[in-house]
């Protein structure tokens, strides 16, 4: 099966009220503007399904903060993403980042779920298995939560840990399994204010598990691979990464082929070609 890898679309509206100036919204706003990059691409974002079509793709997954301040205007935008990738015959899979709860009330008031279709597993619990097709399952985690200013941080809740372990109990060693979250497992450069809370728990729990065989993320805007048991991959932002940034990968027997993309010369092109073994002929 062919997956094209999305994440960090961060859609944006001006969607200033008086009651924003006393939210985190307004620092989104600033920030959205203050930031040169959130105005570089050169590219319609409703062109991509397109694209994705005709290079076979067959699933789309999307790693969270699709909107910028989690207002109403960005959601719907989200929401008119999706339609246009389901219209195409895509099967969509989507989790919320820490931008699509962006302030309390888009929080309390679940606006992700209001907008993006989701299995009712996600929103109730926190984690929902989807079957992909071809012998691969598809575990999705929200760790996304409001947060004060200047911190972009999620939670891997002790709740949702045991609830991870329990669903994970129930499948034979034989059963390959991607997880997908927002967040990063591994700390990289990222100060503690951007990083997930517990991330060191779901590492461990990860490495527990030697039947998930791929961990999906974003979160910090850059494409990279980590050569680690699983593998680990951030296909980027598709916006807030000079040219736009996305993967599309090709999951065989026993392989992976990843072709990292960015717009150049007015069209789409291969800017890294990966690829990667997996262990699903050698599970125990």
Known sequence: MKIAHLSDIHFFRNDLGLCSFFSKRLLGTLNHYLNPKRHSINFDLFDLPKF????GVTHVIITGDFTTTSSIKEF???KEFIKSLKDLGFSVFSIPGNHDKYTRDSEKKKRFYKFIESPQALEKDGLACEDLGEGYKCIMLDTALATPLWSSQGSFSKDLENKLEELLST???????????HFPVIKGDSPARHQMLRKEALKSLIKRHPNIILFLHGHTHTSEFTSTNPLMINCGSLTLTENGSFHIMDLTEGFLEVKAYHFQDEHWEVRAHKTFPTTKNSLR
């Open 52 to 55: 994705l079509k005709k290079e």
């Open 76 to 78: 719907a935008l989200a």
């Open 171 to 181: 499948f034979p060693l034989s059963q390959p399994l991607i997880l997908v979250n």
